[in-house]
């Protein structure tokens, strides 16, 4: 069975099944829901209705689910862990919600890139961003596809920090995520 790991870690008590986790149908990007830190039973305030909050500070569980979800540095091609990131408004607050449908992981060089003149970013729907530079060119960064629904191009690094290429996988026969709580939980 191809996602046998997960009930064999369920089992074992390596992992907890924790409030669900929306994601967007076609894309398999991870588009709301709570993800508890180190996958225990979340303790902290939730956020109700739209998953949004009124203040700039953005509370934890939105911040690791935002994280998990992006994976890495949304600027096309950059490959910096999003746990290195700062997360950013797309549409800059309060004009826009400190919400995970406004909030992108961006290293600390494309974050000030982003505020300089010229530039644009939007988000959309399927939380796939683009990028508009100064002269009008367009950038698209594609979300990460944590259910497995498509050819998964876009995967993180290998573990030697190079980008893996059209069809390379770092753990054949897994998804991204698979392959992502796999790594978490032999840690």
Not at 161 to 185: I, R
Request: hydrophobic share 35%; glycine share 8%; with cysteine.
């Amino acid at each position: 069975m191809r996602r046998g790991w997960l009930a064999d870690a369920l089992a074992a008590g390596r992992a907890v099944v924790d409030a669900p986790v929306r994601c967007h149908p076609a894309t398999g990007a991870i588009l709301d829901g709570a993800i508890a830190k180190g996958f225990t039973r979340a303790t902290t305030r939730t956020v109700t209705g739209d998953q949004s909050d009124p203040r700039y500070r953005i509370p934890e569980p939105m911040a690791r689910l935002v994280r998990f979800r992006d994976r890495q540095c949304r600027f096309p091609g950059c490959a910096i862990s999003s746990r290195f990131c700062d997360l950013d408004h797309v549409i800059p607050w309060p004009d826009g919600p400190t919400s995970p449908a406004n909030l992108i992981a961006l290293c600390r060089r494309h974050h000030r890139l982003k505020q300089t003149p010229g530039w644009q970013v939007k988000i959309h729907p399927d939380l796939t961003v683009t990028w508009t530079d100064p002269v009008g060119r367009t950038h698209t960064s594609y979300p990460s596809d944590h259910l497995g629904l498509t050819d998964d191009w876009r995967s993180p690094p290998s573990a030697d920090g190079t980008a893996l290429g059209p069809g390379e996988s770092a753990d054949a026969g897994l998804s991204p995520l698979e392959a992502h709580l796999t790594h978490l939980l032999a840690a």
